[in-house]
């Protein structure tokens, strides 16, 4: 298994604003990805974060909205930009991990994100 | 469109019962997962069942797979007031690589 952390655990924003969320992993992964879920909904997969490269969005999301980056193999952050009330979520990262056999996603512990 | 579909979506049982929750899924699949969520909270995951597997175990928990049908059950059996939570499968597509597509979720209540 990983561990996983995100920072931050929470935060209230304001309208117009936006939001960085890191999430760091202790070991060597091959994928990262980013969830949002919605108050009292299933999860949503946003992106996958490629390591280098641009991340692969999911329909319905955009880079100028959700820009992602990966430096490397333990570290991704997921920005929400210019935000509404309407992207009050929680926000996931999950990781598959290096070198493992099985396809088993480990997930951090998530960021609430509310927008007034 | 919602790749796996859950029921019931609410569950109330009282601790000792064992609880069953289904989750059907649309396409053809690499894996099927289940995970539980704390009020909230991030991800647990609780076990990994195969396309070509029928039945796993761990501890209290029972998955089995019915590919035919297209469908999965999760059994937690002796369920205690600690099990409270959100319960979701998430299904793994052939075509997807590693992307998950997750169902809406069973909130399982058990009473003490």
């Known amino acids: 298994s990983a561990v996983i952390s995100q920072k931050p655990s929470r935060d209230i924003c304001q309208r117009g604003t936006s939001l960085t969320i890191q999430c760091q992993v202790d070991?060597?992964?091959?994928?990262m990805f980013w969830y949002r879920q919605q108050p009292g909904q299933s999860l949503t997969l946003i992106a996958t974060a490629n390591q280098g490269s641009e991340a692969t969005y999911e329909s319905g999301f955009v880079i100028d909205k959700f820009p992602i980056s990966r430096p490397n193999l333990t570290f991704s952050t997921l920005t929400v930009s210019n935000m509404s009330p309407e992207d009050s979520s929680i926000y996931l990262c999950?990781?598959?991990?290096?070198?493992?056999?099985?396809?088993?996603?480990?997930f951090g512990p998530g960021t609430r994100l509310t927008v007034l | 469109s919602q790749q796996g579909e859950e029921d019931p979506q609410a569950l109330s049982i009282q601790e000792g019962e064992n609880a069953t929750m289904n989750c059907s899924y649309k396409t053809s699949i690499n894996n099927l997962q289940w995970y539980r969520q704390n009020s909230g909270r991030g991800l647990v995951h609780l076990i990994l069942i195969r396309s070509n597997e029928r039945e796993k175990h761990s501890g209290r928990l029972r998955v089995t797979l019915d590919t035919s049908k297209k469908s999965s059950s999760l059994l937690i059996t002796a369920s205690r007031a600690a099990d409270t939570a959100s319960y979701f499968c998430?299904?793994?597509?052939?075509?997807?690589?590693?992307?998950?597509?997750f169902g809406e979720g069973t909130q399982l209540t058990v009473n003490p």
């Open positions: 998430a299904t793994g597509l052939e075509t997807s690589g590693s992307r998950l597509t």
């Open positions: 070991s060597q992964v091959t994928m």
């Open positions: 999950s990781v598959r991990l290096r070198g493992g056999t099985t396809d088993t996603q480990y």
